[in-house]
């Protein structure tokens, strides 16, 4: 009986597959006079020579007030292609000392390439001159070296500057926010009674938190810094540019106080609001329309707006993307429908993004990103294409059908495995893993590196699959974080740009530590962290970290997530301190 029953859902699932297969537009054996193989590598007997040329914005840099500017010039002398893997490489040093060290730019289409170095990475060096040393190379190119100089100057009396570590900040509800500054004196002389002595542009939207600013009475000499922390609390969903008043007396002409504004400072604090239930169709049709549906729950109050930016080739959801949409207050939650026709058959991918639309004046929004689907895969067929019986495809599945259903008919063997398998599954039901806490921070770097590619490359899969995972694991937020580096190390870097322009990852400046910056925001959000990574340097400061480490293994593409270690969790310490520096 179970033997027959297994042909008859075998003959049921290959005459399904052979359906699909046959009204698919991708089964093509037809090959034309006109089409010829296309290689997109182009390779070099002998290794090529570069025009390679550097040049500066100026020769002369202020300390504090600009920025410098790096124009790099690549062009083949035989008019070749410019290579996949040519490289450049540039440090910025003065005297001995290497400034800015070890950074390349992995080269594309184009000829020409902009560097721009903050004037931030200058504010306590020294004056004097400065080199900047570059070289180009690759497996087809000779390398070719180049040099520029410039001096870095000082203004003539004392500048203050203020300035914010992560100058986007994330508020807790109902809690203490610090955000750490740093005051630095980027002139020529000592300054005194530096004061941070108001906030006096705040843009945005109309909450007001209470903001905590320090007492201070500072004397600065040239070149010198002080860091220091300003409060938040809030009680409110928020989204606001704040800019603050620095005051200070140069020693030399002390009955004039100059005053200066310090840079922008973003916080956010986001509504309570969750997304649940999110289904894409694997299959679409023309002439028919192609369904997204979601629920969202709104726990606040007030109405919350929300724009979604759904990307796909085939689709164009032309009337959904850009538009504001009102979420009213809805403990029960709303089911939301996106839909339009495709535009044409065959295969391609689908992603949706939501981001918070916040309404600062009619008319007027600012937008931060709330969630991100990931990359899932479609297939849209044509309605109108005949069914052939003699069509040569469809005799050569039949034919294939008939061999496999021989083989498994006359495998014994292969049919008590596939009862066993039948029965394993039914008595393979455990309940899904659950954590304490439904906010999730991913170790973007960590899930890369887990399975790489046949070249030994990070795969940005990895990442998009664990998105999946968590998406439809009831996690309300899911950040994302990945080291800089991880841009010049994954296999496919065009498609990682579009996921971090889109939010869905965050990429951290480079020589910001990526494990500090993570286990700061899992404290601040009450966040899970995602990672194979056991932070052993932090388990004395972190005691919390096996708690909320959820470890994981990558399998052919699948994520599958493990609990956490159930080591008991101790009283969570503030760990402010030890990440300002």
Known sequence: MKKKLLIMLSILTF??????????????????????????????????????????NSSVIKRGIDDLVILFHLSWLNGSPVDDDATI??????????IIENNYIITNSSLDYVVQINKKDFYSQPTGNYSVESFVNGTNVITTYQTATFTLEVLPSGQIEMTFVNNKIILKRNSTTEVDFQLVNVGGTAVTNVTISALVDRQGTEASPIIYLPYLNLMLNSGESYKGTIRFFTNEPLYQKHSYQVSFTNLDDPDNPVIVLSEPLYIICYPNISVSNVHFSVNASLNKEYLITYDIANYETDVVYIEHEITCSLISFSEINGKIFAISPSFSGHHI?????????????????????????????????FYFSGEFYIQIISNDEPLNPFDKNITIIILLITILL????????????????????????????????????????????????????????NIEAMINKLSRSNFKKIITVADAALRYQIDNQKRL???????????????????KFILRIAEEETAMIVSNDL?????????????????????????FL??????????LSDMHSVFEN
């Open 562 to 571: 493990h609990p956490t270690a159930e080591a008991p969790e101790d009283h």
């Open 337 to 369: 429908i996106l839909k339009d026709e495709p535009i044409e058959a065959g295969n391609t991918s689908i992603t949706l993004s939501i981001q918070i639309a916040w309404k600062i004046q009619p008319e007027i929004y600012w937008f931060t990103s």
């Open 406 to 461: 021989g083989i498994g008919y006359f495998s014994r063997d292969i049919i008590k495995g596939l009862v066993k398998m039948t029965r394993g599954e039914q008595e393979r039901i455990f309940p899904e893993t659950t954590y304490p806490y439904d906010i999730v921070i991913v170790d973007g770097s960590n899930v890369a590196w887990e399975e790489k590619d046949s070249a030994g490359h990070p795969k940005l899969a």
């Open 89 to 98: 490489f540039y440090n910025i040093s003065y005297e001995t000392t290497k």
């Open 497 to 515: 740009d579009q996921l971090v322009k889109e939010g869905a990852i965050k990429m951290l400046p480079a020589r910001v530590d990526g494990d």
């Open 535 to 559: 932070f052993k340097e932090f388990r004395e400061i972190a005691p919390w970290i096996d708690k909320r480490r959820i470890p994981f293994t990558i399998l052919d593409g699948e994520v």
């Open 15 to 56: 005459l399904t597959i052979s359906c699909f297969i046959i009204r698919s537009p991708m089964l093509n054996t037809e090959v034309t006079e006109s089409q010829e193989p296309i290689s997109r590598y182009y390779y070099h007997s002998e290794k090529s020579e570069v025009n390679f040329t550097l040049s500066l």
